[in-house]
Structure formats: structure tokens, C-alpha cells
């Protein structure tokens, strides 16, 4: 079997560089480029947290990957992990 490549990133940016865009910048590393987005329905699975919860996703986070699924023709969506 073909060993996953694995990614790591930390939360240390230059001055000017926000998070989101790190964040991006490492999907186009891993390959979302290379997926065929176009025209097809995309799902963002992500948990929307709950009342008190601090361990979810943040909006600004999911908004940036769905500009890359958008960039690239898909139609992107947030459909939710509930516990």
C-alpha cells in the first residue's frame, strides 16, 4: 500500500500573512488544484460547534476553502458533524 503524505503546519505566519491564507496555501501544497471541482456539488464536512463549545471550526476557515472549490468551477457547501 502507497504511504499517505501527511501535512503539518504551525500557527507561525509572517507579519502580513493571515491564517486563512496559510491555510490555503497549504491545500494548493496537498493538491486541491489537481481536483476536477468543476460543476459538481462539494461537501465541507465540519463540525458547527455548540453552545459554550470552543472546539469547532471557525466561519473564516471553511470561507477559505470554499473559495478554492469556487475558484476552480465547484459549488461548494457546509454540511455538519453533529455529536
Known amino acids: 500500500m502507497k504511504k499517505a503524505k501527511v501535512y503539518f503546519t504551525d500557527f507561525r505566519t509572517p507579519v502580513g500573512t493571515s491564517w486563512t491564507a496559510k491555510l490555503q496555501r497549504l491545500c494548493i501544497a496537498a493538491g486541491i488544484k489537481d481536483i476536477d471541482f468543476d460543476k459538481k456539488f462539494v461537501a465541507i464536512k ?37 455529536t
Open 46 to 82: 465540519m463540525h458547527f460547534g455548540e453552545l459554550g463549545n470552543l472546539s469547532f471550526l471557525r466561519p473564516n476557515y471553511a470561507k477559505a476553502i470554499a473559495d478554492l472549490v469556487k475558484e476552480q468551477g465547484g459549488l461548494p457547501f457546509l454540511t455538519d458533524c453533529n
